[in-house]
């Protein structure tokens, strides 16, 4: 069993090593502004599918909680 303690599932990811100069965001004061998460309670569960797309408005907003420039 995984730490998300679902049997099997294994999280899929990216490599970004090449990625500098940024600070962890918390996730939850951004999924409330996020158009593309419906149930806000449950705003993680889209990151589940591995990949998915995200609007130029909620990627900068990403952006701008990271402190980093794009």
Do not use: N
């Amino acid at each position: 069993m995984t730490g998300d303690g679902v049997p099997g599932f294994v999280p899929w990811s990216m490599d970004i090593d090449h990625v500098v100069d940024v600070q962890i965001a918390p996730i939850k004061p951004l999924r409330a502004e996020w158009k593309w998460i419906v149930d806000k309670t449950y705003g993680g569960a889209p990151f589940r599918l591995g990949q998915l797309r995200i609007e130029k408005p909620d990627f900068e907003r990403i952006v701008q909680a990271m402190g980093c420039r794009i």
